[in-house]
Every structure is written in structure tokens, then in C-alpha cells.
Nanobody, 126 residues
């Protein structure tokens, strides 16, 4: 069974940085676009960023544009989310996901994604 596993979360002060990683159990996912979502307590899951299979195209929601960078290393079956200038409102569980179609999309539609990791907690203190 294909799995996505996130790592790299933790506690950081406002203004700090974290780098999240998402490892795939199968090289088949190297042909899939990937997305990062997050969910804060009491809130719905929110789309954060997406990257196409080659790494040449990326998309960010306005709230993280200029602070977060999504990238991938297909040789390592991994996708990353570099988060800089973190704010308390970035506190959430962050999820890596892949769409069943494999296609890159900037819509951030939750239903497009069928493969999900277990999530990693990011806490930003003020």
C-alpha cells in the first residue's frame, strides 16, 4: 500500500523556520503532483501549496506566498515545504497529499487528493 509520511514539524518561535518533508513509499509518486494542506484546531483543512511532478511549477496560497517554498527531489521520493518567517497563525497540523489523477492543480480542492500522510504538528509561539 502506498504511503506518504511527513516529518519535520515542531515548536518554533515566531520569525523562525522549519522544513517539512514528505516521503513516499513508492517511486510511482514521482509522476504525481503533490500538495501540502494544514488544519488548525477548530478549523477546516486548508490548502497551502502544490507542485507538479517535475518541480517546475508551484503554487501558493496568498497567506504563505513569499514565506513558504515547496520543492521535490524525485531521486529521494520526497517533497519538501520550507517555511520561513513563521507566524503564530501558521500553527496547524500539516499534511502532504497526492491527487489520484496525478495531475497538477492550483485549485486546492480537497476532493482531488486521495493519498494523505498522517500529518506533522507545527506550533509557532509568539
Amino acid at each position: 500500500q502506498v504511503q506518504l509520511v511527513e516529518s519535520g514539524g515542531g515548536l518554533v518561535q515566531a520569525g523562525g523556520s522549519l522544513r517539512l518533508s514528505c516521503a513516499a513509499s513508492s517511486r510511482d509518486f514521482n509522476k504525481y503532483a503533490r500538495g501540502w494542506f494544514r488544519q488548525a484546531p477548530g478549523k477546516e483543512r486548508e490548502f497551502v501549496a502544490a507542485i507538479d511532478w517535475s518541480g517546475n511549477r508551484a503554487y501558493y496560497v496568498d497567506s504563505v506566498q513569499g514565506r513558504f517554498t515547496i520543492s521535490r527531489d524525485n531521486a529521494k521520493n520526497a517533497v519538501y515545504l520550507q517555511m520561513n518567517s513563521l507566524k503564530p497563525e501558521d500553527t496547524a497540523v500539516y499534511y502532504c497529499a497526492a491527487p489520484s489523477s496525478g495531475y497538477y492543480s492550483t485549485s486546492g480542492t480537497y476532493d482531488e487528493y486521495d493519498y494523505w500522510g498522517q500529518g506533522t504538528q507545527v506550533t509557532v509561539s509568539s
